[in-house]
């Protein structure tokens, strides 16, 4: 059973997911997966009947609304925080692409998570969720509004079009490395039909990086088209040496506790040192559990 409480979480998440949507009351239902009468109840503060209890848990994981009473998640101005934000603000502001690879667990996912849900026009594709071309089209043209069903080159051209009416749209591309060839020559050619009018930023662990120079290296068609057009380089922050790179995510890690146990009386090392894996770095996605668990 879905509580109330949880239900008006949801709805001041629509409210403000709402406020960085350009489109119409109907396109952002559309982008939302509802009707628009739904989402106009739902905004009014209708709480039953309306949508399923499936519904409402699918809406607070779109939104990233945590199921349980636990805080929600505050963001520390990490150095990855910060060296990502400031990319991807660039890159909208100006129409440009970027290309980011790096560790996994260091807080690519959850930076990008949270510039779409502070600015406007931006839209987040978790690639591993939407891997091959169909899936990564339709999935963009719905988290856009427009229509993400029906003929493919339907979709794909009214979404081409759409995104060239909107002011300084941006799409963010995480866990790039799952997308299959055929979504990456995709994403080539929607990044032409919308040059200089549309900003998009690329993710992935170093995985991604190895893999797009493979396929350039065995002349895969497509891939270094795409490359060009993302910058002719990967950008990365974490540095290469073990000792350098332990530093920086001990103090990385130190930030986020420091940020989300404000209240609590904890122990900082026991935490940071619960997290670490067996190379002895810490784990950032464990420090949630962690803290809760104190």
């Known amino acids: 059973m879905i509580t109330n409480e949880l239900k008006q979480k949801v709805v001041e998440g629509l409210r403000e997911r709402r406020k960085n949507f350009a489109g119409s ?8 997966c509802t009707s628009p009468s739904q989402l106009s109840r ?10 399923s209890d499936a519904k409402w848990i699918s809406l607070a994981r779109m939104l990233d609304i945590t199921l349980s009473n636990a805080p929600q998640w505050q963001p520390a101005n990490t150095p990855v925080f910060a ?9 909208q502001e100006r129409s440009q692409s970027s290309l980011f690879c790096d560790k996994s667990d260091i807080g690519k996912t959850y930076t990008a998570m949270w510039y779409q849900k502070n600015n406007r026009n931006v839209v987040y594709i978790d690639c591993s969720q939407v891997k091959t071309k169909f899936a990564l089209i339709r999935h963009i043209a719905q988290s856009f509004g427009t229509e993400s069903k029906g003929r493919y080159a339907e979709v794909y051209n009214d979404l081409a079009y759409y995104i060239k009416t909107l002011d300084k749209p941006f799409i963010i591309l995480d866990e790039a490395g799952d997308l299959t060839y055929e979504a990456f020559l995709e994403i080539k050619a929607l990044w032409n039909a919308t040059e200089n ?3 998009w930023y690329m993710m992935g662990a170093n995985g991604l990086k190895q893999k797009i120079s493979r396929m350039i290296n065995a002349d895969k068609v497509g891939y270094e088209e795409t490359y060009t057009r993302f910058g002719s380089r990967t950008i990365k922050l974490l540095p290469e040496a073990k000792a350098e790179k332990e530093k920086m995510l001990l103090a990385t890690a130190a930030m986020i506790i420091k940020a989300n146990a404000q209240a609590k009386d904890i122990d900082m090392n026991k935490i940071i040192n619960s997290t670490r894996g067996d190379d002895y770095l810490p784990s950032l996605r464990r420090i949630y559990k962690a803290i809760n668990i104190n």
């Open 197 to 199: 009018a549309c900003g």
């Open 42 to 51: 739902i905004l009014k503060g209708e709480l039953d009947r309306v949508i």
């Open 25 to 32: 009351d109907s396109k952002f239902a559309v982008s939302i």
């Open 83 to 91: 060296f990502i934000k400031e990319q991807m603000t660039l890159c």
